[in-house]
C-alpha cells in the first residue's frame, strides 16, 4: 500500500513538472556577434595642395679663372613655395603603392657676391644669382599603413625652369656683358618622405619633406674685348611641406540603424 501511494505521488509531481515547464516561454538563440569596423582604406585617385618653406643651396665654381682657377662659394636661397598634385594609391594589406605628379614653384631668389675682392668693391661687382623655382615632378610612392595613418617614402624625376647666372656690370671695370645666364630647362631628382593621417573617407592631411637636387650647369661670358669665361653653377633644394589631399571613390561611412 505504501509503495501504490509513493508511485501517485511521484507521478503526480512530474505532471506538475512537465505542465510548469510548458509554460515557461522557449529561450532564443543568442545575438550574433557585432561586426568588427573596417580599417581604413587609402586606394584611389587623389589631389591636393601643399605650402612649404624651401631652402636652397647654390655654389658657383670659376672655371677658367675671371676671379681665379677653380674658385668656389656657396650661399642659401629661401622662401616659401607651393605645389598642386594629383596620384593614385593601391593598398594591399599595410603596404601601399602609388605615384604622383606634381607642378609646383620654389621662388628661390638671392644673390651674392664674389666673396674675395681686390681693391674697392662695388654693389653690382662679380655677383652670382639664383632666380625662378616653376618645376614639375613625378615620383612613385611606397607606404606603410596602419588603419587611417600612413608612413611613405618617395622618389623620382624633377625638371625646373631655376636659373642661375654669374654678373659683372660695373662699368669702372671688367663687365661680362653676353652669356650671363644658365641655360633651361634645369633637370634632376628628387626623394623624400612623410606622413597621413585620415581625417575622414575622404580627406587626409600630412607633412612631408622633399629633396631637389638640380645638377649643374655651366654657361660662359665674355667682356667686351672678346675674353670668355666660364661658370658653373650646381643646386639644390630641401623643402618642407604641409599639405591636404582630396580622394576619390572612397567608400561611404557606414550606416548604424536606430530603433
Not at 93 to 112: D, P, R, T, Y
Request: charged share 15%; glycine share 16%.
Amino acid at each position: 500500500m505504501k509503495t501504490l501511494v509513493a508511485g501517485t505521488v511521484i507521478a503526480v509531481i512530474a505532471g506538475s513538472g512537465a505542465a510548469l515547464a510548458a509554460d515557461l516561454p522557449l529561450r532564443g538563440a543568442p545575438p550574433p556577434p557585432p561586426a568588427l569596423a573596417e580599417s581604413f582604406d587609402w586606394s584611389g585617385f587623389y589631389f591636393g595642395g601643399n605650402l612649404g618653406f624651401t631652402r636652397g643651396k647654390a655654389r658657383w665654381t670659376d672655371i677658367t679663372g675671371y676671379n681665379g682657377v677653380g674658385e668656389t662659394f656657396t650661399y642659401k636661397p629661401g622662401s616659401i613655395g607651393g605645389d598642386l598634385h594629383a596620384g593614385y594609391n593601391a593598398q594591399f594589406g599595410l603596404m601601399v603603392v602609388g605615384a604622383e605628379a606634381e607642378i609646383g614653384h620654389l621662388n628661390l631668389k638671392k644673390s651674392q657676391q664674389y666673396p674675395k675682392f681686390v681693391g674697392i668693391r662695388g654693389p653690382l661687382d662679380s655677383v652670382a644669382e639664383t632666380h625662378g623655382g616653376l618645376y614639375g615632378a613625378l615620383s612613385a610612392r611606397v607606404g606603410i599603413a596602419i588603419d587611417s595613418l600612413m608612413i611613405y617614402g618617395r622618389g623620382g624625376l624633377v625638371t625646373s625652369d631655376i636659373r642661375q647666372k654669374f654678373i659683372d656690370s660695373d662699368v669702372a671695370g671688367s663687365v661680362l656683358n653676353d652669356g650671363v645666364t644658365t641655360k633651361r630647362p634645369r633637370n634632376g631628382y628628387t626623394f623624400g618622405g612623410g606622413v597621413a593621417m585620415a581625417v575622414g573617407q575622404n580627406l587626409s592631411i600630412h607633412a612631408e619633406y622633399n629633396y631637389y637636387n638640380f645638377g649643374a650647369k655651366t654657361h660662359t661670358a665674355s667682356i667686351p674685348w672678346g675674353t670668355r669665361y666660364d661658370f658653373r653653377h650646381s643646386l639644390s633644394a630641401n623643402v618642407f611641406k604641409i599639405g591636404m589631399d582630396y580622394r576619390f571613390g572612397a567608400p561611404a561611412a557606414p550606416v548604424v540603424a536606430k530603433y
